[in-house]
């Protein structure tokens, strides 16, 4: 736990009736509020069972709550363990946040029971009385708790106003007499702004300042006035400042009025001093003679003087100040938080906890003598040789020598199944036969084919050559290039040469002295009247017919493909329509938000 406390965020502790109308009005709201009596037992069951657990489950939310913030004295610092002692007393505040845990327990085993008991109800109503049964009973431990509730939320109240202290850090604490000064030299020394009045018992709590010396942040705390009398009899405000100087660390600061205007003379302070000196144990101490704006210390009668000497014979420094006149104010700071820091320092030595961490804390043991002989290092004969006996060269490992060339076991066979003794000469033997067929096989004899032979062999080479010609036509003509129209293509294809090769491919001879009759023919006039042909310009190119059409003999069974077409799609249009479950009917007036019971318990529209 850090050495800062906050307690100032705790949470406010409601009373017993805040606590209850929160707990019953969350669980009205976070759980079902309809139930009807037509619904099958164990719905009914499951709906006043949830309810009870939600209530149990909500209370120790808030109890547990409770109970995890506030501090508890045994893991708190032991000042601020004895500061809530005197301030709440420890037993009292103990009981109060016992009888909390014990309220948990206790609504804990009541829901176990009627959730128990909800199992054998066999009717709405019967399950409507367990439930109110448990919340009543829920409910009533809190009443019984009330004042707990009360007493931790006024120990909370206390605690958020108590000033912040870290009892680890560099402190300096006034203390003495009621009116001696303590709180204007708070005043001068920091930016509190404590009340300051003539009469005594003005601080009547710890005030806490801070200021800055030497780049470091210390605080001061200022302990109401101590009056001389045993331990049992002083008050709490007396046993605040008791506590300060019994559990912080800390530099104690006296303080002592040279004018005796506080109604205690120099006499009676000293005593003070020497009653609560056990107090000061492992501290350093000093005594600040305050008001000698009023009277000085060469103004004290001798057998005071020679009180002073005596206290500065034992090594307690007395320094005169004057929180009036700021004289000599400065200097009892820095002398104080001087010896502070030298002491702080040095404990940290002894216990080597510097700054270093870890390294400062390790402890390295060295050997030291135990007498004047000489123990010299023995080493045995064996080891000597050993040592004296030349090593070999390093030899090259050899990565390979515990790897077995020839398993045992090879892809689920043995190998020794398929080793013989003969084995070589059956491989020799195998080897033969190979050869051997090999020879035959490339034996390369002059056949004599007849003439019919031939000409299949000549018909079959001029197949290929012509698949293959067809073949590289198809790819030349697959070649992008640019496109011209469909009839300037057929102009292309239609060329005499290529007329001339199919003709004479089908066995027509088209030469000049064949052709010289019909070019005759041609020349010669027609007589009579020609027939007219209608033809377009140009071609135009065949398009697809749909596919839908593709197939289809005539017009007639096509629309009798489209009724049927029709017919078959309307159990899917019906599944792709919406439907009432997918509508949404915004209500934007719900009856269970705008309509309630009336008063008096009367009447319920549910």
């Not at 202290?165 to 402190?171: A, E, F, G, K, S």
């Not at 060339?405 to 080793?419: A, K, M, Y």
């Not at 289809?552 to 249009?573: I, S």
């Amino acid at each position: 736990m850090t050495s800062l406390y906050n307690f100032k965020g705790i949470t406010i502790v409601p009373s017993a009736k805040d606590l209850k109308d929160i707990v019953l009005s969350k669980t009205q709201r976070k759980t079902p509020t309809v139930v009807h009596r037509g619904y099958a037992i164990s719905r009914i069951r499951a709906f006043y069972s949830r309810k009870i657990k939600f209530l149990q489950q909500t209370l120790h939310d808030k109890l547990t709550q409770i109970l995890t913030e506030f501090p508890k004295t045994e893991e708190v610092h032991p000042f601020y363990s004895d500061l809530m002692n005197i301030l709440y007393d420890r037993d009292h505040y103990k009981v109060a946040l016992g009888q909390i845990n014990t309220a948990r327990h206790l609504i804990a085993q009541i829901a176990r029971e009627y959730v128990r008991l909800m199992k054998y109800s066999d009717s709405l109503y019967r399950c409507k009385l367990l439930k109110r049964a448990a919340l009543g009973r829920m409910v009533k431990l809190l009443k019984r708790q009330n004042s707990s509730f009360e007493y931790l939320e006024q120990v909370r109240q206390h605690l958020s106003r108590l000033p912040s202290i870290d009892p680890n850090t560099r402190t300096l604490i006034l203390c003495g007499f009621p009116n001696v000064g303590k709180s204007s030299l708070m005043n001068s020394l920091t930016r509190a702004d404590v009340e300051v009045q003539p009469y005594a018992f003005t601080t009547k709590s710890l005030y806490v300042g801070h200021f800055d010396y030497r780049y470091l942040r210390w605080q001061i705390i200022d302990t109401p006035g101590i009056l001389d009398q045993p331990l049992e009899n002083r008050n709490t405000i007396e046993m605040q400042a008791v506590t300060a100087l019994a559990h912080l660390k800390s530099a104690v600061l006296y303080m002592m009025d040279a004018s005796e205007q506080c109604d205690h003379t120099i006499q009676e302070q000293l005593q003070l001093f020497e009653s609560i000196r056990p107090l000061f144990a492992n501290k350093p101490v000093l005594i600040g003679l305050n008001k000698i704006d009023i009277t000085r210390r060469s103004e004290l009668s001798p057998e005071k003087q020679e009180l002073l000497k005596k206290l500065e014979s034992d090594g307690i420094p007395v320094v005169e100040i004057s929180t009036v006149s700021k004289e000599g104010v400065i200097g009892f700071r820095d002398q104080a938080c001087d010896d502070l820091m030298a002491q702080r320092v040095q404990r940290k030595l002894q216990t080597k906890a510097t700054s270093n961490g870890i390294i400062s804390r390790l402890f390295v043991a060295m050997p030291e003598p135990r007498d004047n002989k000489t123990r010299a290092p023995f080493i045995p004969a064996g080891a000597l040789e050993k040592q004296n006996v030349s090593k070999p060269a390093t030899e090259k490992m050899d990565f390979n020598e515990q790897k077995v060339i020839i398993p045992e076991i090879w892809e689920g066979h043995n190998i020794l199944d398929f080793v013989t003794e003969d084995i070589e000469r059956i491989f020799k033997d195998l080897k033969l036969q190979e050869k051997i067929r090999q020879d035959m096989l490339n034996y390369a004899g002059e056949d004599v084919l007849d003439d019919e032979t031939q000409e299949l062999l000549k018909t079959g080479l001029r197949i290929r050559e012509k698949e293959k010609m067809c073949q590289l036509k198809h790819v030349m003509g697959n070649i992008s290039g640019p496109r011209h129209s469909r009839v300037i293509g057929r102009k292309h294809e239609r060329t005499m040469e290529r007329f001339e090769e199919e003709m004479a491919d089908l066995g027509v001879d088209l030469s000049k002295k064949r052709m010289r009759h019909l070019q005759d023919d041609a020349s010669r006039p027609t007589y009579g009247k020609t027939v007219k042909v209608g033809r377009s310009s140009s071609l135009s190119a065949r398009s697809a017919p749909p596919r839908d059409v593709q197939g289809l003999p005539d017009l007639e069974t096509y629309d009798k493909v489209q009724m049927l077409r029709h017919k078959g799609l309307k159990p899917f249009t019906r599944e792709a329509r919406k439907g009432e479950s997918d509508r949404h009917v915004y209500d934007l007036k719900p009856k269970h938000l705008f309509s309630g019971k009336r008063k008096g318990g009367t009447h319920d529209r549910r």
